[in-house]
């Protein structure tokens, strides 16, 4: 497999929604291969094809709730719940800072496997927290958006101190 280079924020990849998948072939499995190479050297949890520059909407999540490695071809949300949870997010496009971010607690998604099957599952906890994190992504939606002004300009000073 292959790492690919991933972008730092404010790259213009992570701007720029990407554009569905419509070629299922094995070159579709390669990437998700090299998206999860990348993932978990740098290291990650989520990651998305826009964060290394290709903007295809595919996702690759690892998490134990989910039952592990799990692909994500065109996801896209169907239903978010009233009930909200806060959780400390991140990204492998600005490592080394976090901070909490509220969102949905439950959401109902719709995508497809790599070989274009359709599935639609419920994602509750954790795991719907970092599904949206990926979709935003996906949509040009980078996670500090999601954040107060306040804390949004704190995190950027601290990212130009690092010399990021």
Sequence with gaps: MTRLIICRYPDVALKTPAAPV???????RKLADDLYDTMKAAPGIGITAPHCGIAKRLT???????GGRRDYVNPELLWMSDELMTHMEGSVSMPGLTEDVTRPKAVSIRYQTLD????EEKLEGFAAIC????IDQLEGIFWIQKL??????????KWEKAGR
Excluded: A, Y
């Design 22 to 28: 419509i070629d299922f072939g094995p070159d579709l």
């Design 116 to 119: 274009g099957t359709v599935v």
């Design 148 to 157: 107060s002004r306040l804390k949004r300009e704190r995190l950027l000073k």
């Design 60 to 66: 690759v999540i690892e998490l134990p709730e989910i």
């Design 131 to 134: 599904m949206q994190h990926e």
